[in-house]
C-alpha cells in the first residue's frame, strides 16, 4: 500500500374509521423561491443546485418573523452543509471499509485484486485523498477481529490472506507502531513473528489506556462500564485542526470506536457510551412544563423521503405536549436532511444554549425546541470528522439518540428511531435506564422517526417492517431508586409493553407514496410548510399520523382513544395554530436569553 508504506402485554388498536383527506382541498402556494443573481424569483426546480442560494419565505412570513430577506442564507442540498474544513477521507480504502467493518454476519471478504488494490492505493494520484490514519486503523482493526473472532464464512477469504501475506513484510517496515499493533496485536495473525504489536503500549496515559481496551476489542472481547467511561474521557475533546486529535493516535480511536460496533455492544457497553457525557455541562436544567417527549432522530438524516418530525413538534406543542429535538448540522455516513438544517434554512437560530431551548419549551407560544449537539455535547460533537473517516456508524449513533439535555418537572418520554435489527430492545433498555414514563422505538423510513401511508409492499425486505413500534408505558410510580450504584435516580415504575405494526390505512388514511426530497432542505420545507398550512396530501397524513400515534402509544393525556388523537392532531394543523407555532419558534429563538 504505497499510502500505508509512507509512514505516518400487548396492545392492540381497533379499526378507526377516520377521513383524514379534504374532498375539496384549496392548494396553497408554496412559500419557497430562491433569489436569482439578476434579483429575480425562480420556483424550485427539480435539478439540484450545488452551490450556495439565497432561500426566501413569502413576504407575508418575512413580516411574521420579522426578518429581512438577506438574513436567510442558506445551501438547499444537504450535502453542502459538510465543513469544509474536514480532510475527506479516501474513496479506495472507504469502500473497502464499508464491507470489512461490520458485524459478523455482514461481512463481505474483498476479493485478492480488490485486497491488493487497497494495498497499492497512492492518496496522491489524481482523484484520490491521502489515506489518514483513521482510516488505517478502522481497516486493520476490520481484518484483525475478522481474523480472531468472526465466524469461518466472514473470516479472511483465500485473496485476503494472498495479498496480505505478499504485502506485511512491506508493511511491518513502514507502518508506524499504532497501525502494525491494530493489524497484529499479538505478532500471530500474519504468519511473520513481529515484536511490534505484543510489545506495543502506547505513548502517554491516556494512550496507554486506550491501547489496553483495544487489546480486549481486537481479540472479539467486551469491556466494563468505568473502562469505555474512562477511555471517552480521557482522550475527547478531540481537536481536529490540521488532521490531528487530542492526546491520542487517530487510528487508535477510530479501530476503538469501529471494533466495538464490530463485536456487537453488550448493555453495559451501551450504557457506558449513552451516559458518559451527561455532566460535561453540568446538571441539564429542568423545563417547567408537564410532558416532554424527547425525539431522538438518526443524526445523518434523510436522503430520500421526506422528514416529519420538526412539524410534528409544531403540531404537538399546540395542545400542551412539548418536544425537545436533538441532533446536528451534517453528519456522516449519509449526510442528510437534519432539523438543524431545515431551521437553519427558514432563519432560525440554531445554536441555542441548554437554558435558551428550556425557555423556549417553557414558552406558551412556543413548546418546543431544538438543541445542536455541539452545544450540548463539545466532546462527542468533535468525533464528527473521525466518524465520516471509519465509514461505518459506531456504538454513539445508538446512543446519541437516547439523551435528556433538558429535562421536565412533569412525565418525559423518548422516542428514537431503528433501522437495523438487534437494535430495538437495547434502545428500550437505555430508555429505561434513563427513567423517563413511557419510551417507544419506530421503524420509520430510512430507519427515521416517520411512519408511512403507503401500502406495505409484497416484496418487502426481510426483518422487521416500516412502522414497526414497539415500547412502553407507565402505569404507576413509587418511590426513586439507585440503579448500576449511580447516584442518578430513577424511578421504579409499573410498565405495559406493547409491540404493533400500524397500519395506516386501518385509521382512515389514504395509502400514498412517500413524497421524495432526494437530499433537498427546501424541499422537505415545502412539503412541511404547506401541510402546516393545511394543505393536504402526504405530508399532512404523515404529520398526522406521527403526531396521534405517538400521543396514544406515550399514554399522553387526552389521546387514550386514538381517534380523538388524531382528529386533535389534525385540528391544529386545520386551525393553522401549528403553522404559527414554527414561526414563533424561528422569531423567538432569536430573543431568547
Given at each position: 500500500?504505497?499510502?500505508?508504506?509512507?509512514?505516518?402485554?400487548?396492545?392492540?388498536f381497533?379499526?378507526?374509521?377516520?377521513?383524514?383527506?379534504?374532498?375539496?382541498?384549496?392548494?396553497?402556494?408554496?412559500?419557497?423561491?430562491f433569489?436569482?443573481?439578476?434579483?429575480?424569483?425562480?420556483?424550485?426546480?427539480?435539478?439540484?443546485?450545488?452551490?450556495?442560494?439565497?432561500?426566501?419565505?413569502d413576504?407575508?412570513?418575512?413580516?411574521?418573523?420579522?426578518?429581512?430577506?438577506?438574513?436567510?442564507?442558506?445551501?438547499?442540498?444537504?450535502?453542502?452543509?459538510?465543513?469544509?474544513?474536514?480532510?475527506?477521507?479516501?474513496?479506495?480504502?472507504?469502500?473497502?471499509?464499508?464491507?470489512?467493518?461490520t458485524?459478523?454476519?455482514?461481512?463481505?471478504?474483498l476479493?485478492?485484486?480488490?485486497?491488493?488494490?487497497?494495498?497499492?492505493?497512492?492518496?496522491?494520484?489524481?482523484?484520490?485523498?491521502?489515506?489518514?490514519?483513521?482510516?488505517?486503523?478502522?481497516?486493520?482493526?476490520?481484518?484483525?477481529?475478522?481474523?480472531?473472532?468472526?465466524?469461518?464464512?466472514?473470516?479472511?477469504?483465500?485473496?485476503?490472506?494472498?495479498?496480505?501475506?505478499?504485502?506485511?513484510?512491506?508493511?511491518?517496515?513502514?507502518?508506524?507502531?499504532?497501525?502494525?499493533?491494530?493489524?497484529?496485536?499479538?505478532?500471530?495473525?500474519?504468519?511473520?513473528?513481529?515484536?511490534?504489536?505484543?510489545?506495543?503500549?502506547?505513548?502517554g496515559?491516556?494512550?496507554?489506556?486506550?491501547?489496553?481496551?483495544?487489546?480486549?476489542?481486537?481479540?472479539?472481547?467486551?469491556?466494563?462500564?468505568e473502562?469505555?467511561?474512562?477511555?471517552?474521557?480521557d482522550?475527547?475533546?478531540?481537536?481536529?485542526?490540521?488532521?490531528?486529535?487530542?492526546?491520542?493516535?487517530?487510528?487508535?480511536?477510530?479501530?476503538?470506536?469501529?471494533?466495538?460496533?464490530?463485536?456487537?455492544?453488550?448493555?453495559?457497553?451501551?450504557?457506558?457510551?449513552?451516559?458518559a457525557f451527561?455532566?460535561?455541562?453540568?446538571?441539564?436544567?429542568?423545563?417547567?412544563?408537564?410532558?416532554?417527549?424527547?425525539?431522538?432522530e438518526?443524526?445523518?438524516?434523510?436522503?430520500?423521503?421526506?422528514r416529519?418530525?420538526?412539524?410534528?413538534?409544531?403540531?404537538?406543542?399546540?395542545?400542551?405536549?412539548?418536544?425537545?429535538?436533538?441532533?446536528?448540522?451534517?453528519m456522516?455516513?449519509?449526510?442528510?436532511?437534519?432539523?438543524?438544517?431545515?431551521?437553519?434554512?427558514?432563519?432560525?437560530?440554531?445554536?441555542?444554549?441548554?437554558?435558551?431551548?428550556?425557555?423556549?419549551?417553557?414558552?406558551?407560544?412556543?413548546?418546543?425546541?431544538?438543541?445542536s449537539?455541539?452545544?450540548?455535547?463539545?466532546s462527542?460533537?468533535?468525533?464528527?470528522?473521525?466518524?465520516?473517516?471509519?465509514?461505518?456508524?459506531?456504538?454513539?449513533?445508538?446512543?446519541?439518540?437516547?439523551?435528556?439535555?433538558?429535562?421536565?418537572?412533569?412525565?418525559?418520554?423518548?422516542?428514537?428511531?431503528?433501522?437495523?435489527?438487534?437494535?430495538?430492545?437495547?434502545?428500550?433498555?437505555?430508555?429505561?435506564?434513563?427513567?423517563?414514563?413511557?419510551?417507544?422505538?419506530?421503524?420509520?423510513?430510512?430507519?427515521?422517526?416517520s411512519?408511512?401511508?403507503?401500502?406495505?409492499?409484497?416484496?418487502?425486505?426481510?426483518?422487521?417492517p416500516v412502522?414497526?413500534?414497539?415500547?412502553?408505558r407507565?402505569?404507576?410510580?413509587?418511590?426513586?431508586?439507585?440503579?448500576?450504584?449511580s447516584?442518578?435516580?430513577?424511578?421504579?415504575?409499573?410498565?405495559q409493553?406493547?409491540?404493533?405494526?400500524?397500519?395506516?390505512?386501518?385509521?382512515?388514511?389514504?395509502?400514498?407514496?412517500?413524497p421524495?426530497?432526494?437530499r433537498?432542505?427546501?424541499?422537505?420545507?415545502?412539503?412541511?410548510?404547506?401541510?402546516?398550512?393545511?394543505?393536504?396530501?402526504?405530508?399532512?397524513?404523515?404529520?398526522?399520523?406521527?403526531?396521534?400515534?405517538?400521543?396514544?402509544?406515550?399514554?399522553c393525556?387526552?389521546?387514550?382513544?386514538?381517534?380523538?388523537?388524531?382528529?386533535r392532531?389534525?385540528?391544529?394543523?386545520?386551525?393553522?395554530?401549528?403553522?404559527?407555532?414554527?414561526?414563533?419558534?424561528?422569531?423567538?429563538?432569536h430573543?431568547?436569553?
Amino acid at each position: 500500500m504505497r499510502a500505508l508504506l509512507t509512514p505516518e402485554p400487548t396492545l392492540s388498536f381497533s379499526s378507526i374509521q377516520i377521513n383524514s383527506r379534504n374532498p375539496n382541498p384549496s392548494r396553497t402556494l408554496t412559500s419557497l423561491h430562491f433569489l436569482n443573481r439578476d434579483g429575480r424569483h425562480r420556483l424550485v426546480g427539480r435539478k439540484p443546485r450545488f452551490i450556495a442560494t439565497r432561500a426566501v419565505l413569502d413576504s407575508a412570513t418575512i413580516e411574521q418573523l420579522g426578518l429581512k430577506e438577506s438574513d436567510i442564507r442558506n445551501p438547499s442540498l444537504s450535502s453542502t452543509y459538510r465543513n469544509s474544513k474536514l480532510p475527506k477521507p479516501n474513496q479506495t480504502v472507504l469502500e473497502a471499509q464499508a464491507r470489512v467493518c461490520t458485524g459478523p454476519t455482514q461481512t463481505r471478504p474483498l476479493s485478492e485484486e480488490q485486497t491488493f488494490k487497497i494495498l497499492t492505493v497512492r492518496g496522491e494520484l489524481k482523484d484520490e485523498e491521502q489515506v489518514s490514519k483513521a482510516q488505517l486503523g478502522a481497516f486493520f482493526a476490520g481484518m484483525t477481529i475478522r481474523a480472531t473472532a468472526f465466524s469461518e464464512a466472514t473470516q479472511w477469504s483465500e485473496g485476503e490472506r494472498c495479498a496480505m501475506k505478499k504485502f506485511w513484510p512491506l508493511l511491518v517496515r513502514a507502518l508506524p507502531p499504532d497501525v502494525i499493533f491494530i493489524a497484529d496485536p499479538e505478532g500471530s495473525i500474519m504468519g511473520l513473528g513481529s515484536a511490534v504489536g505484543p510489545q506495543f503500549v502506547g505513548n502517554g496515559t491516556s494512550e496507554m489506556r486506550l491501547v489496553g481496551a483495544l487489546r480486549e476489542i481486537l481479540a472479539g472481547g467486551h469491556l466494563g462500564y468505568e473502562e469505555i467511561q474512562g477511555v471517552l474521557k480521557d482522550v475527547l475533546t478531540l481537536k481536529l485542526e490540521d488532521g490531528k486529535s487530542n492526546g491520542v493516535s487517530e487510528s487508535l480511536l477510530s479501530a476503538f470506536l469501529i471494533g466495538q460496533r464490530m463485536n456487537r455492544e453488550t448493555d453495559r457497553e451501551l450504557k457506558a457510551y449513552c451516559l458518559a457525557f451527561d455532566d460535561e455541562l453540568g446538571p441539564a436544567p429542568v423545563a417547567d412544563v408537564r410532558s416532554l417527549t424527547h425525539y431522538g432522530e438518526p443524526y445523518d438524516g434523510n436522503t430520500r423521503y421526506f422528514r416529519s418530525t420538526l412539524f410534528v413538534a409544531a403540531v404537538r406543542s399546540c395542545y400542551g405536549e412539548s418536544s425537545l429535538l436533538h441532533g446536528v448540522e451534517w453528519m456522516p455516513p449519509k449526510g442528510g436532511v437534519t432539523e438543524e438544517q431545515m431551521l437553519k434554512f427558514m432563519g432560525a437560530k440554531t445554536n441555542l444554549s441548554l437554558h435558551q431551548g428550556k425557555e423556549l419549551i417553557e414558552a406558551e407560544e412556543v413548546g418546543f425546541a431544538y438543541i445542536s449537539k455541539r452545544e450540548a455535547r463539545p466532546s462527542l460533537y468533535s468525533l464528527i470528522g473521525l466518524r465520516e473517516q471509519i465509514k461505518k456508524r459506531p456504538s454513539l449513533a445508538t446512543t446519541e439518540k437516547v439523551q435528556q439535555f433538558i429535562r421536565a418537572k412533569g412525565r418525559e418520554s423518548i422516542v428514537a428511531g431503528f433501522y437495523h435489527e438487534g437494535y430495538e430492545e437495547p434502545l428500550l433498555m437505555l430508555m429505561k435506564r434513563r427513567g423517563v414514563h413511557s419510551g417507544l422505538v419506530v421503524k420509520g423510513e430510512e430507519g427515521a422517526l416517520s411512519m408511512t401511508t403507503r401500502l406495505r409492499s409484497a416484496s418487502t425486505s426481510k426483518g422487521l417492517p416500516v412502522n414497526h413500534c414497539s415500547g412502553f408505558r407507565s402505569v404507576g410510580m413509587e418511590s426513586a431508586c439507585e440503579v448500576d450504584g449511580s447516584n442518578l435516580a430513577l424511578y421504579c415504575v409499573s410498565r405495559q409493553s406493547f409491540r404493533l405494526e400500524v397500519n395506516a390505512m386501518d385509521y382512515g388514511f389514504e395509502p400514498t407514496d412517500t413524497p421524495r426530497t432526494d437530499r433537498s432542505v427546501s424541499k422537505n420545507i415545502e412539503l412541511g410548510l404547506a401541510a402546516l398550512r393545511g394543505e393536504k396530501g402526504p405530508a399532512y397524513d404523515r404529520i398526522v399520523l406521527n403526531a396521534g400515534i405517538v400521543d396514544h402509544l406515550l399514554g399522553c393525556d387526552g389521546a387514550e382513544d386514538l381517534s380523538l388523537a388524531l382528529e386533535r392532531a389534525k385540528e391544529a394543523i386545520d386551525s393553522g395554530k401549528a403553522h404559527k407555532r414554527l414561526l414563533n419558534y424561528i422569531k423567538m429563538s432569536h430573543k431568547v436569553k
